[in-house]
């Protein structure tokens, strides 16, 4: 008597393929681009934001030798630009891979190690990008709730110069995760 091989609805067979659905989900997502264009536009942010604070100091600085007066804000804004242009610019650091690297012992490791070491270091990277973002997140929020105004002479809310600070960890985070995925799969450029 031959038996038939038994039939699985649900269970096991559909969580193995949501499973396998997922991770062709990722891979689609890692190689698209999409999160490495992403990251460049917000660098563009960030350099317009550069060129504006230069503008902004120039101008006071203008302002203080013609007109012997001041904009009372440039020092105030110049330091809120100066956040967004270090943190909007980070992801596409990693995204073009020119942050930097002190090699020392890295150089001297098998490329087998290496590699392991590269692997671990993006994942820590990534794990911590996640938790200064949610901090970030929840400071805005904090800011946001209890209605904080700056100290200086426009009583601007906190949160808006703040928001900078999570808007350049997510998209680091995002960049990390990318290049994390490409880097397990060998599709790292």
Not at 57 to 63: G, S, Y
Not at 87 to 106: C, D, R
Not at 112 to 121: E, M
């Amino acid at each position: 008597m031959q038996r038939s091989p038994p039939v699985i609805t649900g269970g096991l067979r559909s969580d193995i393929s949501s499973v396998g659905a997922v991770m062709n989900a990722l891979r689609r997502f890692a190689n698209s681009r999409v999160v490495d264009r992403m990251s460049h536009w917000v660098s563009v942010g960030s350099a317009l934001m550069l060129m504006l604070m230069m503008g902004l100091i120039v101008f006071e600085v203008c302002l203080r030798e013609i007109g012997g007066t001041s904009t009372k804000i440039a020092h105030d804004f110049s330091g809120y630009m100066l956040v967004a242009v270090a943190l909007w610019s980070a992801a596409e650091v990693m995204a073009s891979g020119k942050h930097i690297n002190v090699t020392v012992v890295a150089d001297r490791l098998r490329p087998r190690v290496r590699g392991a070491l590269w692997r671990v270091s993006h994942v820590l990277s990534l794990v911590l990008s996640a938790v200064l973002f949610y901090s970030s997140a929840l400071l805005v929020w904090k800011s946001l709730v209890n209605g904080t105004v700056t100290g200086g002479l426009y009583q601007i809310p906190v949160f808006i110069p703040q928001l900078a600070i999570p808007i350049g960890f997510f998209f680091l985070m995002l960049q990390l995760f990318v290049n994390t995925l490409r880097l397990f799969w060998g599709d790292e450029q």
